[in-house]
């Protein structure tokens, strides 16, 4: 086995769409990948449809918990080698200083957790799984060992605008 890469997905609030993505860069990425989330402003608690919608698909998702950012920028947090933030709030606010300063990447995704009622709620988390789940699968396809950080980021925000 080659090199691990970790990546940390950003969102806000760390309950929904951040989530998601962890989960399944972790499965995706079978074990070429390590994954975490978090967010700036976390709410404490992973939103119940998200953990329905993963578990749908079949997409293991114990451990999953609502975090801050700061566990992951501090000294002492694994080095990060790709970020991505998943929602229009984590991209534009002011981020840590990252130990190692990973690749950062923008692929926002419609927040599916306040959409009403249950069953259009249902509905856009699907659609937000299918949006990660495509980007991510594109993302593993690349030949991310040989490629430089430039060229990963480019590829990265390709990915995001090939939607």
């Known amino acids: 086995m080659g090199k691990i890469f970790k990546v940390l997905v950003l969102c806000t609030g760390n309950s929904a769409r951040s989530i ?3 989960m ?8 070429r990948i390590e994954a975490h989330s978090a967010g700036s402003k976390p709410g404490g608690v992973v939103n ?21 950012w ?15 933030t998943v929602c229009g709030n ?12 990973p690749t950062t990447a923008h692929w926002g995704i419609p927040d599916p957790a306040h959409v009403e009622p ?9 659609q937000a799984y299918q949006s990660l789940t495509k980007r991510i699968e594109a993302f593993l396809a690349l030949p991310l ?19």
């Open 24 to 31: 399944l860069f972790n499965h995706l990425g079978k074990g």
């Open 145 to 163: 060992e040989s490629m430089s950080r430039e060229e990963a980021l480019a590829a990265a925000r390709r990915i995001h605008t090939g939607d």
């Open 90 to 101: 984590a991209a534009q606010e002011t981020c840590p200083v990252w130990p190692g300063h």
């Open 48 to 68: 119940p449809v998200a953990l329905e919608t993963l578990a749908k698909h079949g997409v293991p998702c114990a451990g999953a918990r609502s975090k801050s």
């Open 118 to 126: 249950m069953e259009a709620r249902r509905a856009a988390f699907e």
């Open 70 to 84: 700061d566990e992951f920028a501090a000294t002492s947090a694994p080095p990060i080698d790709f970020i991505f």
């Open 20 to 22: 998601l993505g962890e």
